[in-house]
């Protein structure tokens, strides 16, 4: 092929028109759901759209599911379940384990959502001195070493139920920390 006829091709694609059906159909591709499928009211957010239609999405689309109104009021009275987490430390295993199985059997008997104990990396403070207190003689190293265990457990349920729970006896040694974020 010679360069002039390559040129020819070069300018020919450059100066074509684009292809207006490929592009749309590109475009069209590229989106999970159908164009307006998603719009509700005006809500332009596709996440926004689905909670307030109450959709379910599959992979066929976007599925809408019906609720029958009974016309009952809940009997129940809405309760705030709150996120908490409760963090346990030791340098003792033995006793943390059991401390966290007794919060765990604890809230399991309650039927609450638990996860846990997730076991964070061990944290190993190391500290190596001189074992002579004047600095004389051979030199002699002693070094130690303390292990400080943690473990983390997620709950999820009202604020009053966890006063109950961690009113177990706890293990000498292990410290627990309450933290309550709204879910």
Not at 119 to 142: A, H, N, Q, V
Not at 149 to 169: A, F, G, N, W, Y
Request: hydrophobic letters at 35%; one cysteine or more; glycine letters at 4%.
């Amino acid at each position: 092929m010679s360069p002039s006829s390559c040129a020819q091709i070069y300018h020919r694609r450059r100066n074509r028109a684009p292809d207006v059906e490929y592009i749309s159909r590109k475009r069209a591709s590229a989106r999970p759901f159908p164009r307006r499928a998603n719009h509700v009211r005006g809500v332009s957010s596709w996440l926004t759209a689905v909670r307030l239609s109450f959709s379910r999405i599959s992979r066929s689309g976007i599925t809408k599911m019906a609720f029958k109104d009974t016309g009952k009021a809940p009997v129940e009275t809405e309760v705030a379940i709150h996120r908490i987490r409760i963090t346990l430390t030791s340098r003792n295993v033995k006793s943390l384990e059991k401390v966290c199985a007794d919060l765990i059997r604890g809230a399991k008997d309650k039927n609450l959502k638990v996860k846990g104990p997730v076991r964070m990396p061990t944290k190993t403070l190391r500290i190596t001195t001189r074992k002579t207190p004047c600095g004389e003689g051979s030199k002699t190293w002693d070094r130690f070493q303390m292990r400080i265990h943690k473990r983390l457990i997620d709950l999820h349920s009202p604020s009053e139920i966890v006063k109950q729970i961690t009113s177990i006896s706890i293990e000498p040694g292990v410290e627990v920390e309450v933290t309550i974020a709204d879910a």
